[in-house]
């Protein structure tokens, strides 16, 4: 008998001692963790949360057997026939406990206490799932970034994606793109569902905890193909803790950013990439407090964060002074009715006020703001409350039910020069050079008329759990609303004038520029409607764990999700129901005492229609283009002036009339979804060390986006004798699934009558959407009561023809509505290795106690490059670049997007994607020292945290863009190369640092 009480404890220890945990447990909702674990049969086992004082007991099984479920963060005593453990339960995960002993054992057993920094989440036995957890505790003494981002780069399996998506602090998780992640705020959906690439924000320091999921979680989550990170703020105790922090990054202390110069000629002297000058200085300061305002009961917890931050940006013609002095705050309330049932709410204040002053400087590229600023103010964010109750109706019965509202302003901006807004917006040559009266700030301008664009989420849910024997059985349903009002947008003065040198051939958009005339000019008209448009999304799961013996347990859950979009009038265009998404799991305790687990998982994926969706593809838009010569230029307003005579005709994108809305969507439309296949290793090496091994597949097995061309449909009418096809009566874009037949409604007839016509994918001549993600991750730690090390590298390849739901090569970011599928020609050469393709990639972070006052911290990265391609215009040569009745082809587009461009010797040709090379690798080096003068008992903390200690300056981007214009791609003689093809557009962040004094009582 004493062995077993030797491996009984041996288990507990172990379990309650390891742990920054890469495979974690299932979890009810994403805000909660569990303790489980074995007893004598049929025993009283009680639990005790040490912070609050709630208790609760529960009878274990006939095999002694216990789970207490839906724990909120925080210690815990369990006792059960004398013995008992402290527990430390982090979101998420699952701690074990055995409380089992010989007789005459019990009285020696004592408690396993764990406590510092240091510890580390247990092997989770009871996980399918691979997630990540990291304490504020960790967070604060880590050299790493005040952001959820920058936290889950620590993670496995995440790579940074592009410097133009999302002020490139967002993380792809297992070769997704960055706009397919989930974020949550205790337990609460909090992603932004307009264009999927933020979230509400709450003050950082108002984190407890943050879990990362990259892979295998349960039933219950949905609406992401990448990752989830969810947060779990700090709340109140029995006891009054409190403190103050200040976090300061001086820009005298920070690197400068490096300079580009422009390589064309004819903008001598000009940069491509001018932030040498740029000035940034942040300064945070941070109040907080928590305690009980009835002990036992009720708790509250509070923050209030003030900001002084400054940024001073320097251009070619003017300058940026922005400063932010918003405050933003938290307020959490515990509620313990009864030991039985708890009350919940978080409120989130997270609006953003910044203002700035522009300044017209007197000669390029000034260091200085010159003359007087015209001031404006931007105004973003809003609130969050979330309300939840919880009730543990009988030992084994518990149910959870949760509303939320997240209120959002998207950009709101007054002020500034009101005037010059009415002036159109003018570039000249060479380059972009400003000239006119507009404001910078202001190329396109809202509709005066109609109110601030704003998001507003309403979502509720409902979770029942039951344990039966050995089967833990879990189900809900969740419902949310989210509704985006967008105004409508113009150009600046209502028109966009762009002057261009006359091109060796003489020739424009078919028309020919008359010798001796050294310039002509471009018009742009570009107008939207004002309207509110929603998402409904709904999910139903059920699940099982079931513990089939002391070493296995099996994991099955099913969902099933709806998604619903409709235009401003309330009409629906997309509705996808009974979308089933399986999941199946499980977990081998190898030597039954939680040392060695071996956990596999399967399951499928879908993604909601972003909003954006709605707004760009239901909402009626104006937008051609024409081209003239001209007799002079405005002085002031710096439009062309004279007789301006048109080039060829109206290149028409849009036709500025509302889509009917069965004409918008695919009938048949399956939204984006995706399978994934894990299975892994995890086991316990002695000494305090763990390591594992996880081999990852994804696919994307169906994935949407929008065709553009009018071709597909209007070859079909042809084909099939209607030759009274208008094709102005169908939508400017129509949303599909690529390489698929197309269900939609088509005025053949040209009578007004609409009917469902199924047009075989033949006539799209796209192919299917593909997306691949196949990846090797390592993973181990090491806890020890002065030093911890985590540490992870993975072998990847991300492979097919499109990135997913934006585009980092155009750095687009309409989510679902990427110019990938526009037109059948965008897709030549596309398959190949995607953007967020980093084949390898090391990561080593950790502290290190030097002494009782003085801790040293580093987080190193080291990572190969991503692809790089040669973009270009697509060549008239190519079927799809005509018109009809002057709609605009493929050759319609402003930008470069096509994997066609310019050889050296001025060809055209097909380059496939990621056939030129990759960026060079990348090491990122962070390290902090922090001093803990014991003469105010630890309560006082000094730390400087030096980011990109060795200033590494590698290059992160290139310009891919091969071809000059597209007037010199098609022309047949004199071709120009883009002399800025392969000039740098991105580095690494420059070395900063941050001072942080932090007092804790």
């Keep these: 008998m004493a062995s077993n009480f030797n491996k009984g404890l041996k288990r507990s220890a172990l379990t309650v001692a390891l742990g920054l945990c890469f495979a974690g447990g299932v979890q009810a909702q994403s805000s909660v963790g569990s303790i489980f674990g074995d007893t004598s049969a049929s025993a009283s086992v009680t639990i005790e949360n040490l912070d609050t004082g709630a208790s609760r007991s529960i009878t274990s099984d006939a095999s002694g057997h216990f789970t207490f479920s839906q724990l909120a963060p925080g210690r815990y005593r369990v006792t059960s026939g004398g013995v008992s453990r402290e527990v430390q339960v982090k979101v998420g995960t699952g701690s074990q406990v055995a409380l089992t002993a010989a007789d005459g054992d019990a009285t020696n057993l004592g408690t396993v206490t764990v406590r510092g920094s240091n510890a580390i989440n247990p092997i989770d036995v009871s996980s399918v799932e691979s997630t990540t957890v990291f304490t504020q505790q960790q967070i604060q003494a880590l050299p790493v970034g005040r952001n959820v981002n920058e936290v889950a780069l620590l993670a496995p399996g995440t790579v940074r994606g592009d410097s133009g998506l999302g002020a490139g602090n967002l993380a792809s998780f297992g070769g997704a793109s960055v706009a397919e992640n989930g974020y949550y705020i205790n337990g609460f959906d909090v992603t932004n569902l307009r264009n999927l690439l933020s979230y509400a924000d709450l003050p950082f320091d108002a984190i407890g905890e943050q879990q990362v999921k990259t892979g295998g979680y349960g039933a219950e989550y949905g609406r992401s193909l990448g990752g989830v990170i969810s947060l779990v703020t700090k709340r109140g105790t029995n006891e009054w803790k409190g403190g103050a922090s200040l976090y300061w990054n001086p820009d005298s202390l920070r690197s400068e950013g490096k300079d580009v110069l422009d390589r064309d000629p004819d903008n001598a002297g000009n940069y491509t990439r001018f932030v040498s000058a740029n000035e940034t200085d942040q300064l945070s300061m941070n109040l907080y407090a928590g305690g009980p305002i009835i002990k036992d009961r009720l708790f509250v917890f509070g923050l209030l964060e003030a900001k002084r931050d400054q940024f001073d940006t320097y251009g070619q013609n003017s300058s940026f002074k922005t400063t932010d002095r918003t405050p933003s705050g938290m307020l959490k309330l515990d509620w313990n009715i009864t030991d039985n049932h708890t009350l919940e709410f978080t409120g989130i204040r997270n609006k953003v006020k910044q203002k700035t002053l522009t300044y017209t400087n007197a000669t390029d590229y000034s260091t200085n703001h010159d003359g007087t600023g015209t001031e404006s103010e931007f105004e973003s964010g809003g609130s969050v409350y979330i309300g939840k109750y919880t009730g543990y109706l009988t030992d084994n019965l518990t149910v959870s039910a949760q509303y939320g509202e997240v209120k959002n302003l998207t950009g709101k901006t007054t002020g500034g020069d009101l005037a010059a807004q009415q002036c159109p917006a003018v570039y000249d040559t060479p380059g972009l050079t400003y000239v006119g009266c507009w404001d910078v700030n202001h190329f396109t301008v809202q509709d005066p008329f109609a109110d601030d664009n704003n998001d507003k989420r309403k979502s509720g849910r409902l979770d029942v759990e039951w344990h039966i024997g050995s089967h833990t059985l879990r189900a809900g349903y969740d419902t949310e609303k989210y509704t985006s009002y967008n105004a409508g947008q113009s150009y600046s003065g209502g028109v966009y004038w762009r002057y261009f040198a006359r091109p060796a051939s003489g020739s424009v958009n078919g028309g020919t520029i008359p010798v001796g005339t050294a310039q002509y000019v471009r018009k742009r008209i570009y107008q939207t409607t004002t309207g509110s448009f929603s998402v409904e999304n709904t999910a139903a799961y059920i699940e099982d764990s079931w513990q089939v013996n002391d070493n296995w347990l099996v994991y099955a859950g099913l969902r099933n999700e709806t998604f619903k979009n409709t235009n401003a009038d309330g009409d629906t265009f997309i509705e996808a129901k009974k979308l089933i998404a399986p999941r199946l799991g499980f977990s081998w305790d190898v030597k039954g005492d939680g040392t060695v687990k071996v956990f596999g998982n399967a399951g499928r994926y879908y993604i909601p229609v972003a909003s954006n969706t709605n707004i760009r593809a239901s909402s009626a838009e104006t937008f051609y283009t024409e081209y003239y010569t001209f007799g002079g230029k405005d002085p002031v307003t710096g439009a062309p002036t004279g007789t301006l005579t048109q080039l060829g005709p109206r290149v028409i994108t849009t036709a500025g009339t509302t889509p009917d809305s069965r004409t918008i969507a695919d009938q048949n439309l399956n939204p984006m979804y995706q399978d994934e296949f894990i299975l892994g290793a995890q086991m316990s090496l002695g000494d305090g060390w763990t390591g594992g091994l996880r081999a990852i597949s994804r696919q994307v097995k169906d994935g949407m986006d929008d065709y553009c061309s009018p071709y597909a449909i209007y070859n079909y009418a042809q084909d099939h004798g209607y030759t009274n096809y208008d094709v102005y009566s169908a939508a400017p874009c129509l949303i599909l699934n690529p390489g698929r037949d197309v269900t939609v409604a088509v005025d053949l007839t040209g009578t007004g009558n609409f009917e469902n016509v199924t047009i075989p994918a033949s006539y799209w001549n796209l192919p299917v959407y593909t997306r691949k993600y196949h990846a090797l991750e ?194 047949p003689t004199g071709n120009k190369l883009n002399p800025n093809y392969g000039n740098p557009t991105s580095f690494q962040t420059p070395r900063s640092v941050r001072f942080t004094v932090r007092y804790e009582f």
């Design 778 to 971: 390592f993973f181990f730690e090491k806890a020890s009561e002065n030093w911890s090390m985590q540490g992870s590298y993975t072998f990847s390849k991300s492979i097919g023809n499109v990135e997913g739901y934006v585009n980092s090569t155009l750095n687009q970011e309409d989510p679902g509505l990427t110019q990938e599928f526009d037109y059948a020609s965008f897709q030549d050469g596309t398959y190949g290795y995607l953007p967020n393709d980093r084949r390898h990639v090391l990561k080593l972070f950790g502290t290190y106690k030097l002494t009782d006052e003085w801790r040293v911290g580093s987080n190193l990265i080291i990572q190969s490059g991503r692809p790089r391609n040669c973009q270009g215009y697509v060549p008239s040569s190519v079927p799809d670049f005509g018109s009809i009745d002057g709609l605009g082809g493929a050759g319609s587009y402003s930008s470069a997007s096509s994997f066609y461009c310019l050889n050296d010797a001025g060809t055209s040709v097909l380059t496939p994607r990621g056939t030129l090379g990759r960026t060079p690798w990348a090491t990122t080096l962070n390290a902090s020292i922090a001093y803990m003068p014991q003469v105010f008992d630890g309560k006082v903390t000094l730390q400087a945290d030096i980011f990109n200690l060795l200033n590494s300056d590698t290059v992160t981007e290139y310009n891919e863009v091969r071809d000059y214009s597209r007037a010199t791609t098609n022309q």
